[in-house]
């Protein structure tokens, strides 16, 4: 793979980076849908939103993964839903 990149501008790799992340990110969009579309299938149209918000939640704190804490999270989440 490094190969392929040896003989391309600067230019022509950072836009072939952009490209990837973006349809990396669709691909993430993707998945949370159809993960949100099941646990509403399993838990019902209010329960299934508020389980994976939960856990969401929980897996955010315990693995530390939001730069502001718990706190800051909560209110990100807060402002977030308008």
């Known amino acids: 793979m490094t190969q392929d990149f040896e003989d391309r501008s600067d230019t022509e790799i950072w836009s072939a980076r952009n490209s990837a992340s973006r ?3 669709y691909r993430l969009d993707d998945r949370l849908e159809n993960l949100l579309e099941n646990y509403v ?42």
Do not use: H, M, T
């Open 23 to 25: 349809e990396l990110g």
């Open 41 to 82: 299938r399993l838990y019902g149209p209010e329960n299934g939103i508020e389980v994976l918000g939960d856990r969401l939640c929980r897996l955010a704190n315990q693995k530390r993964f939001y730069p502001k804490g718990w706190d800051g999270f909560v209110k990100y989440l807060v402002a977030a839903s308008g």
